[in-house]
């Protein structure tokens, strides 16, 4: 079934909206690639190789499928999309990995963690057969990339994977791979999360070296995270952002000198514990005023309702006041015969074009609904720093249960951003175009 682009309620709603002037034309649809189960779709500009900006270009898509009992989810990628935009039905995406279960985040990995520029691939989740996820460095520089590096070879018990983020976590200059985790014991029921990292020795993991683990925060962020620099008392923090999807809160971590290797030294302020489970957490500027938000993707479980919050900052990260504000909320998810269900989920800001981002306006949001099926844009209808309002877009109903990650980049270089959105349950990749 072809997607239908803006609802005829939304669109007569937009041509209202559109009078003020301040309301940008919905991108169209380029094409649509069938891919089985695609679930997290990502971009990357590589620093290294050949060519321009268009011809380092990668996409990633992974998926999942829980009906594959012996563990084939596979990875795939396809280089320079952006020279191949007619037609992407046609695109020959090449297999990265099959060898994780329930794969998820693609993550980048820049040169000089590891001597080579590539992606760490996270893996694992709940379900019968995908509990053991690992995390997975490919080395992107070669073709075919070269891999998978397993960085996760001591780990005691099965963890599910979803974001591993390069970061000095004991201060000598290595980048370590940063990661939050969960394990759920399979006869009691019960989630262990784990925020952990894999420790850098300088040893190439392509050279078979164990990566030793540092548990730094236990029961804590468990899926979503980010790294932040924060103020508090004129010193600026090394600051771990956690999205907490189990303990459905939204909490900062610290320590005082930015050494992390001691866990005794880990300090906590939990920003807000009445959100629900939170699917995500980002860090950008939305408002335009030069100074970045946190934002999340939430989801209240027992009202089976779903929001976008923002949270501005205070000036004193650990002393002063979050304040929250709703961005957007009533997301309700599609039921599924076995398992909970969620929405929204995945999310990213973007400008159309770099022309509107040369101006200075507000972005935009890209928001994925996952279990409601739909994909949304999410508009600031003022350009007002203190107008927290956005409109509403459809710009994907897949028609089936699940939509999957989002991710924008203008692949081909024209100046106008491109949107890849992926369709899980009915198996699709969607790229539309701001272009004229
Ligand atoms: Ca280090
Ligand atoms: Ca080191
Ligand atoms: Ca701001
Ligand atoms: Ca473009």
Request: proline share 6%; hydrophobic share 35%.
């Amino acid at each position: 079934m072809a997607p239908r682009v803006l609802t005829c309620a939304l669109t007569c709603a937009l041509t209202v909206l559109g009078a003020s002037g301040l309301l940008v034309d919905p991108p169209r649809l380029l094409g649509e690639l069938k891919l089985a189960n695609a679930a997290f779709v990502e971009v990357y500009t590589a620093q290294r190789g050949e060519g321009d900006d268009v011809a380092r270009k990668t996409l990633y898509v992974s998926s999942f499928n829980p009906g594959n009992i012996i563990g084939d989810d596979k990875v795939y990628y396809l280089r320079a999309p952006g020279r191949q935009l007619a037609p992407v039905a046609e695109w020959d995406m090449k297999v990265l990995d099959h060898h994780a279960d329930w794969t998820n985040d693609i993550c980048y990995t820049p040169p000089e963690a590891v001597g080579f520029e590539g992606v760490t691939v996270t893996s694992g989740f709940l379900v019968p057969f995908k509990t053991h996820g690992k995390l997975q460095v490919f080395n992107t520089e070669v073709e075919p990339p070269a891999g998978p590096y397993l960085l996760t070879t001591l780990d005691t018990k099965d963890w599910a994977y979803h974001r591993a983020l390069w970061h000095d976590m004991d201060g000598d200059g290595d980048l370590d791979l940063s990661t939050a985790r969960f394990h759920q014991n399979s006869i009691t029921g019960h989630i262990t999360k784990s925020f952990a990292y894999m420790t850098n020795d300088g040893v190439n993991p392509a050279d078979s070296g164990r990566w030793h683990q540092v548990e730094v925060i236990a029961d804590g962020p468990d899926v979503g995270f980010r790294w932040l620099k924060l103020p508090s008392g004129g010193k600026t923090y090394d600051v771990l952002l956690g999205g907490e999807f189990w303990n459905e809160r939204l909490t900062v971590y610290w320590t005082e000198d930015g050494d992390w290797s001691n866990p005794e030294n880990v300090q906590s302020r939990i920003v807000d514990d009445t959100t629900g489970q939170v699917f995500d957490v980002f860090y950008d500027d939305l408002n335009g005023d030069g100074v970045p938000e946190v934002w999340a993707s939430c989801f209240d479980l027992p009202n089976k309702n779903g929001s976008l919050y923002k949270w501005t900052i205070p000036d004193d990260f650990i002393n002063g006041d979050w304040e929250r504000t709703t961005l957007d909320t009533n997301f309700h998810p599609n039921s599924m015969l076995f398992g909970e269900t969620m929405s929204p989920g995945s999310a990213i800001i973007f400008h159309p074009s770099d022309a509107a981002r040369d101006a200075g306006n507000k972005p935009l949001i890209l928001l994925s609904g996952d279990d409601d099926g739909n994909q949304y844009i999410l508009q600031p209808v003022s350009q007002d720093p203190a107008d927290w309002t956005y409109a509403r877009q459809t710009l994907v109903e897949t028609g089936g249960t699940t939509a999957g990650q989002v991710t924008a980049d203008d692949i081909d270089g024209d100046g106008y951003t491109e949107l890849i959105t992926a369709g899980y349950t009915v198996g699709k990749v969607y790229v539309f175009t701001y272009a004229p």
